[in-house]
């Protein structure tokens, strides 16, 4: 399986941004896709999850209310839509996808993907 992130970049205090996740390859038909960010100085940290049927999602209390997971099984792609954004918001921003499952995870992701820069300026 492969996963490639895309959509980060430069954005303002209280801007917006669309974080791609493409799949490719062997991808199970049951599995629940994950964002996380790695800040400077920082863990990398769960951010948001979403169940291969849709019936379920996950957020960090630090984002619940501005980002939204969404994903399209047909493409094999899942997006997060990050609004208002915050300065601690920045960080580079990974997928991950947790294979034969059909429930939420924070962590022990199966693949991972190259992450893509989101930059929140004050």
């Known amino acids: 399986v492969q996963l490639q992130a895309s959509g980060g970049g430069l954005v303002q205090t209280g801007g917006s941004l669309r974080l791609s996740c493409a799949a490719s390859?062997?991808?199970?038909?049951?599995?629940?896709v994950g964002w996380f960010r790695q800040g400077p100085g920082k863990k990398r940290e769960f951010v948001a999850a979403?169940?291969?049927?849709?019936?379920?999602?996950m957020y960090a209390d630090s984002v619940k209310g501005r980002f939204t997971i969404s994903r399209d099984n047909v493409k094999n792609t899942v997006a997060l839509q990050m609004n208002a954004l915050k300065p601690e918001d920045t960080a580079t921003y990974f997928c991950?996808?947790?294979?034969?499952?059909?429930?939420?995870?924070?962590?022990?992701?199966?693949?991972w993907g190259q992450g893509t820069q989101v930059t929140v300026s004050s």
């Open positions: 991950a996808l947790k294979s034969n499952t059909l429930v939420l995870f924070t962590t022990d992701y199966d693949f």
């Open positions: 390859g062997r991808t199970f038909n049951r599995h629940t």
């Open positions: 979403i169940t291969w049927d849709k019936s379920d999602t």
